[in-house]
């Protein structure tokens, strides 16, 4: 009888089992998205303010996270809509970035671009979600068998590695460095990486009303961070993914600062982003595991996996955009890459917010 197990076939980075090719960068817009648009603690709010600098002028906020540093931090006041009847429960609108400020726009929000609005959103719904994110992705591989693969395309590092959490010295760089990096390994290879951030460069202060207790991102005394860290088969630790990044700011951003979240070589996020982000950090101590602990109750969070999983295999049907993993609006086609005809897009912004990234593999031949 003939071996049919995958895991004895040629590697191969593009290799491909029906369906069981899992792209770490599609998952991530994905389980951002799903995550995101649904967060309980964040359901159906309203931007009130923005305040950076100057003091709030609809509430007055005395903690101290906010009352010391002004030259780093961000207020955002949010304004929670009362509970909708119980029938509007059975299809609730997803809570997104084009729907999260009062139509007509408040005059104290008028000033604010696009842009901004994004950098609000995600350091809103990002505010203490790196465990979560873990435990979500956990479901979502276990949804899978132990032999599904997993495709990792990064740009290519920066900086030399020891392949350990170090980096190491540039002049040991190679003359004409690779532009991009991409290898698939199992999905069941990943590590866990758990380690203490102190002191984030810029603070986040959230306010949600009615409510007393702010959300602080930033807050006196160490953030246990939880990211996830890959490599090629039978390797230490390569690439690091990092969903919940944005929560530190725009140094959280993504490739040339336009990606929504973090996939990057390691030797890059400890040497280079993790200094922009934040203070100290013990990246050179970090835990590594093999399962991220989660609370047998978040069954929400297995819903949120299922969604994720189910989207992610109807993609050739229903697309989702390649930049944020919205699906198509209602009756509209989405914008697709004219050169691969791939990836799908929600508007141009999206399509030259993830041209940096997705110009390095835009390729038809290269997946599905």
Request: net charge positive.
């Amino acid at each position: 009888m003939p071996d049919t197990d995958p895991r004895n076939e040629p590697w191969s980075p593009w290799t491909t089992y029906p369906d069981r090719v899992i792209d770490l960068h599609e998952l991530g817009v994905l389980i951002n998205y799903e995550r995101a648009s649904t967060d309980h603690r964040f359901r159906h709010i309203k931007l009130r303010e923005v305040a950076t600098i100057s003091d709030f002028t609809t509430i007055k906020c005395s903690a101290i996270e906010w009352t010391t540093s002004p030259n780093h931090r961000l207020g955002l006041v949010y304004d929670k809509r009362p509970a909708q009847p119980a029938g509007d429960n059975e299809n609730p609108e997803p809570d997104l970035i084009t729907n999260m400020v009062n139509d007509p726009i408040p005059p104290l929000l008028r000033h604010l671009t696009t842009r901004d609005l994004e950098t609000f959103y995600w350091r809103t719904r990002h505010h203490d979600a790196s465990q979560v994110t873990a435990v979500i992705l956990q479901h979502f591989f276990d949804l899978f068998p132990p032999y599904t693969r997993v495709r990792i395309r990064t740009m290519a590092p920066v900086i030399p590695s020891t392949r350990q959490l170090q980096p190491v010295s540039p002049r040991d760089a190679p003359i004409n460095p690779p532009k991009h990096i991409y290898y698939s390994t199992l999905v069941s290879d990943r590590k866990v990486i758990e380690f203490q951030i102190t002191n984030p460069k810029q603070r986040t202060v959230i306010a949600v009303l009615p409510g007393s207790k702010p959300f602080i991102t930033g807050g006196y005394g160490p953030i246990k961070h939880t990211i996830l860290g890959f490599g090629p088969p039978a390797s230490p630790i390569e690439t690091v993914y990092d969903l919940t990044s944005m929560q530190f700011g725009e140094e959280g951003k993504g490739n040339k600062r336009k990606g929504l979240f973090v996939l990057e070589p390691i030797q890059d996020y400890v040497g280079i982003r993790l200094p922009k982000m934040v203070e100290s950090h013990t990246m050179s101590e970090a835990k590594l595991l093999d399962r991220v602990e989660f609370d047998v109750n978040d069954i929400h969070l297995i819903d949120v996996a299922r969604r994720v999983k189910t989207r992610w295999q109807r993609r050739k049907e229903i697309p989702f955009c390649a930049y944020c993993g919205a699906p198509p609006e209602h009756g509209k086609d989405m914008a697709k890459c004219s050169a691969c005809k791939l990836d799908h897009y929600c508007n141009e912004e999206h399509q030259r917010n993830a041209w940096p990234f997705h110009k390095l593999f835009c390729d038809p031949t290269n997946r599905y």
